[in-house]
C-alpha cells in the first residue's frame, strides 16, 4: 500500500480546456477520439446517479486492490489519515473529477456523504467510481455529478477491495486513466480524454454543425432523414433561408 | 452485409389489434402467451427509458453481427446510404416500433438523437434495443417509447458490432422475433406477440376482469386476500352491491 | 413442496426495535454488524423500485426453487390455494417484511399488483426479492417500499422457478435470512439484522454522533476534511461554541 | 443450520432400477424425460472430473446456504460432529449419489480426500457438485464418479458458503433434486430422474434401437443420412440381411 | 425458419489454400489477420473437445435462434427432414468445417453421435459450436475434429434454441462467419479466415522464420532471450553456423 | 507505462522455505492461512494446463492495463525491448514464478512458445496468467507449471489489454500479490503466501498428521468416518499397533 507521503498531485490543464470539453459532451468526443485512433474512451458501468449534469475536469485516481488481510488492519480506524480514500481527496480543487478504479466491486461503497460532501464544499466537479458508494440519499441532494455502477450500504473496505493507491494510472471500467487525464461525463456516461489529445480533440470538433437545430426542427415535423440528416444541397438552401428568417426574427 | 436495394417493408396489422394489444399490456400479454404455448415471450434486457409510455406496434428489425473490419469499412462514413441502422428507419410509419438485435452489446448506441427524432416525427411508437442507444438526454425527451439495455456515449459502430440486415428475423432480448410480430411494451417490459396468435391473445384477455377494480379496492383497505382474489361466492356477492351502488352513484 | 397446511408464523420482535433499526438505516447497519463479525450482511441485488422508504421489519420468507414440472403442474391454477406465493402473505402484520429468495431470475414476477396490494392494504412495511415483481407501473403507486433486481410481465411460476417453503431460511442477494430476523431497507439497499443481535446493534449505533450535522456543514462550506470529519479537539471547540449558538437561536 | 440429530436417511429404489438408468445414460434419459414433461433434468455445471464413469444411483443431499458467522463458528472444529457436510456421508451405501447444493461457489471445497475416500470405502457411486472438491489430485485416483465445476485448496466453509441441512430438497445446477431422487452422472454430464418417474422412463427407453450399430457403421463408411438414420424402409432391409449375417458369423 | 429447399451450398476454395492454413496454425494466423486489420478474428468459447487436430476448411454454417414454441413443433419428430441441423450436414464434402451460431447456449447439444459419425463418414475435417454437443464419450472417437463450449446430455432443440437456417451468415463466439469462409481450427482454438484474404495471409506468413528451430533451441538450453528471440547480428552468424553443421550431419 | 530501465529485481527467500511450501500444498496452506487471517489466498481462475506439477516460488510480476491506442503502438513491434512481458522474464532464476495480472481477459495470450521455452531455460518454476497463453500445444511439452484461464490464438497485445508495469503489486485471479511473495500452485490452483508470514505457515503445518495415511487406508476399506476421521483415542491406540507392525515390517 502506497504510504500518503509518497502521493503526487496532479497537472490540470487550463479551465478553459475543461469547459469544452463539457460543451462537446461524452457522445461527441467518444466517436472523434474514436476516429483520433482510441477505439474505446467509454467507461463500461458507471451510470449517473442524478442525472443532468454534464461536466469535464482533470483526473485525481485512487486505485483500489483486492483486500489483503495482513496489509489493510485496524490501523486504519485508529489513525484516520491511513486511509488512502481520504488522501485522495485532500488535494481536490474547483472543478476536478475524482476517479476510482474500485474493480467492478458491488460490495464497498467507496465514499459516504460526509467525503463527497468535502469534495462538493471544495468544488469538485464529480466523481467516478466502477463500484459503488454508499450514504445515496444524500449524496443525490449534493451539487455533484456522481457517476457509479450502483450503490450499498457497505463501507469502503468491509468486504473485497481496500484502497490501495492515489494519482497512479488506474483502469475504471475498463479504460486506462492517468492522473491528470480530462475526464467528461453526462447522462450517456463517463469518457477519459488523453490529456495530450485533448486540444486536437477541441479542434476536430469545433466544427460546428451549425444547421443541427434546424436538421432537428424538420426531422422532428416528419422530415425525411435522407434530405435533412446530413442536409442535401437543396437542404442546405432550405437552411439558410430559414436561418436568415430566424436571424431577422432575432 | 445486406444490400439497401434488398430491404422489404413489413405487412401491418389492422391498426385496432395493435391498440387493443397496448391496452392489454404485456403482463396479461405474456401470462396468456405462455397458456398458449409461447413459454416466454419477453425480452430480457430492454427496460423502459423514461416510465410511462405503453405502445403496441409491429416490428421493423434491424440485425447486428459482430464487426468485420473488411466487411464495414470507411464507406458507410462516406456514404450515409450505405449504413444500415438508417434503412431499418426509412419504412417507418406511424405506430411502428423498431426492434434492433444488438447482440447485448454496452458498448455501440444504436441510434442518436437525430434518428430517434426522425422516428418520433414519423409517429413511430417506439424503439427496442438489446443494447443502447446515444444522446440519451435529448431522446427522453422526444414522444417515442425507448427500451433499451443501457445508455452510451459511442457510436453505432465505433466497438464490436455493426449493422447487418433489416426485416429479417431478429433474436432481441433472447426472443425470436419475425419483421411484422408486434410488440408490446410497457414499464414491466417488452413482449414480443406472434402476429397470427394475435387475435386469439385479444380473445382471450378480453373476459375482462370487472370485479378487478373492487378487489383492489378491498385489499387496499386490508380485505382479505383469499375471499377478494380471486373473488368467492360471497365476495361475489359483495361485489354485485358495491357495483350497483357505483353504478347508481354515476 | 411445502405443505400450506405446515406453514408456521414467525416470532416478531417489539416494534421500537424495527423502529430504531429504520432509523440507524443500512448504511450504519452494516458497517455496525461487520464490526460485530457479520462480515457483509448486505443483499446483492435488490434495489429501491421507488426511492424514499427507509423501513424495518421482521422477516416472513419465502423460498422458490428451481421449476420442476411433475411438482408444480396446473393445480395450482385450479385451486389457488396451493399457490405457496400467496401464502407468505398471509400472516402478514403492519410493520412485517416479506423476503424472498428467487434465485436471481429475472423472468419470474413474484408478486402482482394484486398481491401488493393486500399487503399493503395490511400495513405491509416492504418486500424484498432477490429477482423480479411485475405489474410495476401500479406497484410504484402503492404506499410499500419494494426492493426488487428488477421488473417483468411474466407471472410467479412461469419460466424457471416455482415457490417452494413458506417460513423457512432463505438465501436472498446471496444473505442468510432466517424467519423473524430482521430487514432494513432504504435506498442504499437491504441489510439483514440476525434478530438475536439486534439489541446489542442498536447500543453499539447509540453513542450518536451529535457533531455529524456541524461537520456536514462545516465541510460543504468547504473545510478541511482531516479538520471535521472526525473531529480535531480543535474543531471539536468550534463545534461546542456553534453548538452553544445553535441552541441560543433555538 | 439443521441439528444432526434431525437428519433422515432416504429410501432407496431397487438396485436393478438404477442400472437401468445407468446404462440408458444420461443423454437419452434427459431427452426421454423431456418428452415426459420435464423440460430440463440437466444439472447446469458439474462435468465429470475423471471421464469415463458412467453411474446411477439415489440421491443423499446437502444444501449449503450464504456463509453467516453467528451462525457457523469456531464451535465446528472444536467438534468435528457439528460439520454437517460429514453427515451427509454417514448414512451413504453402496450404489448412493451424493448431491451438494454448493450455489456455484467456486471458493469452497466442499469435501477434500479424507472424505471421498469415505465414500468410496462405502461403495458410494459418485458425488456431485455445483461447486468444487478440493485434494483433486489424490481424488482422481479414488474409484468414485465426481461431477464438479471445478476445484479450489480451499476448504469447505473458508469463504462464502457453509453446509446446513442434509437430506432436504436443493437446488443443484439448476435442477430440483429431492432426497432419494435417482441421479444418472456420465461424460455428458447430470441428470435428476424423479423417483416417481423412473420406471416409465426405463420402460420408454427400452424399445431398444438395435439398428443402431448398423446405422453407426454404415455412417462411418460415408453413408447417407437420410438412409441411415433413422432407417429408411429399404435400408431396414438391408439391415435385416446385415444382421442375419452378424449373427450366423456369431 | 428456413426452408430445407432454399439452402444453399457453399463455394469451396482449392484445397491446397486449407492445406497452407492449417500448416500455419491459428496462433500464427490470429496475429497476422490482425496486422491485416481484422482486430479479432478467434472465437470466444470453442476449445477443443480432443485435443491434437489442427485443420481448416471452408464454413458450412448453422444459424440458431431462441426457440419459438409456434415456429418449431412436434412436426419436426414426425418428419426428421424438417429438423434443420441434419441439412448443414448434408451438402458436406472432406475437408469442410460445420459452424454453428449456437448462441452460447449451455443447455443444447445440437449433435449427437450419429450426426458426427456421418460427418466423419463424410471426411469432415470438423465442427465447431459455441455451444454444446451429446454422446461426448462416442463423439471423442471418432476421426473429426471438434471445438465446443461443452457438452450436455440435451438433444438440440431441447432447452432454449432451435436451429434455423444454414449456410447465411452467423455469428459464432462473437465471430462473423460468411458461408465458405476458412475455419483455422487446433488447440489454441479457433479463427475464421475471410475468404477473400487467404491468399493474401498465405503470403504474409510465407517468411518461414527458418531460424525458429534454432532459438528455441538456444532458449530450451538457458539462452538469452534478448539474443536469440529475435536473432541479434551475432547470434545470426551463429545461426548460421549452427545450420551449416546441421546440413552437414544431414 | 513503466519505462523498463525502472524496473527492479524481487527478492527471493531462502530456497528450503520454497521446498517446504510447495510440500505443504495449496490446499493446506490455503486453509491454514485462513485460520492466520488472509481469508482467501486462492486465485479465482488460473487452472493447470497440464496436470502433476506441484512447485512454489518467488513471484515476479506483471501488471497488464486495458489497452490505449495512444500509449502502446507500433513502436513495440519495432523495439521488442519495449514490449514489457519480456522484462517480467529477463531476471527470471531458476525457481521463480512469473505472475501476471491479465484483468481475466480470454483474448490474449500473455506468452508464447517462445518466451516460455525461455522462462523453462532459465529454471523457472512455473507461469500464472488469469488470462490466457497462447501455442499451447507446444507449452504444454515444456517443463514448467503453467497455470491459466484459459488458451487463444492472439498476441498479448492483440485486443483488450497491454503489459504496463513489472515487479509491482498486482492483482491476479482476485488476489494481491506483492513482488516477491510465494506463490504454491499445483492441482487444486494457486496460493499467494505473503512472504512475511512464509515461516509460521510452515511452522504451523508441520504438525505433520502422521496418522493420516492409515486414516486414509482404514477409510478407503469402508472404515467408519467418525472413527478414523480424526482418530477416536480406541483408533488412536489401534493406529499405534499398525504403526509399529508397518515398522517392524520395514
Chains 1, 2, 3, 4, 5, 6 share one sequence.
Not at 476517479?99 to 464544499?121: C, H, K, P
Not at 444524500?138 to 455502477?149: H, P, R, S, T
Request: aromatic share 6%; proline share 6%; net charge negative.
Amino acid at each position: 500500500m502506497q504510504s500518503p507521503s509518497d502521493i503526487k498531485d496532479i497537472t490540470r490543464p487550463e479551465r478553459h480546456i475543461c469547459d469544452a470539453l463539457a460543451a462537446i459532451g461524452s457522445a461527441t468526443a467518444s466517436s472523434e477520439l474514436s476516429f483520433m485512433g482510441i477505439r474505446n474512451p467509454h467507461m463500461r458501468g458507471p451510470k449517473a446517479l442524478r442525472e443532468g449534469f454534464a461536466v469535464a475536469g482533470p483526473a485525481l485516481t485512487l486505485q483500489c486492490m483486492p483486500k489483503r488481510e495482513d496489509i489493510y488492519g485496524a490501523g486504519e480506524y485508529d489513525n484516520p489519515e491511513l486511509q488512502l480514500h481520504r488522501h485522495v481527496l485532500y488535494p481536490a480543487q474547483a472543478g476536478d473529477m475524482v476517479v476510482v478504479d474500485a474493480r467492478a466491486d458491488m460490495e464497498s461503497g467507496i465514499f459516504g456523504e460526509m467525503m463527497l460532501t468535502f469534495l462538493a464544499g471544495r468544488g469538485g466537479a464529480g466523481v467516478v467510481v466502477d463500484g459503488c458508494i454508499r450514504d445515496s440519499a444524500k449524496a443525490k441532494e449534493l451539487d455533484l455529478g456522481i457517476w457509479v455502477n450502483g450503490v450499498t450500504p457497505n463501507y469502503h473496505a468491509q468486504t473485497n477491495i481496500i484502497p490501495f493507491a492515489v494519482n497512479v494510472p488506474v483502469a475504471c471500467g475498463n479504460v486506462l486513466v492517468m492522473p491528470g487525464d480530462i475526464i467528461i461525463a453526462d447522462d450517456d456516461g463517463v469518457v477519459a480524454v488523453p490529456v495530450a489529445m485533448a486540444e486536437e480533440l477541441i479542434e476536430r470538433c469545433s466544427h460546428h454543425v451549425e444547421w443541427e437545430e434546424f436538421s432537428r426542427f424538420k426531422l422532428s415535423e416528419g422530415g425525411d432523414l435522407r434530405r435533412y440528416y446530413p442536409l442535401t444541397p437543396d437542404a442546405d438552401d432550405e437552411y439558410r433561408a430559414w436561418k436568415a428568417e430566424q436571424d431577422a426574427k432575432g
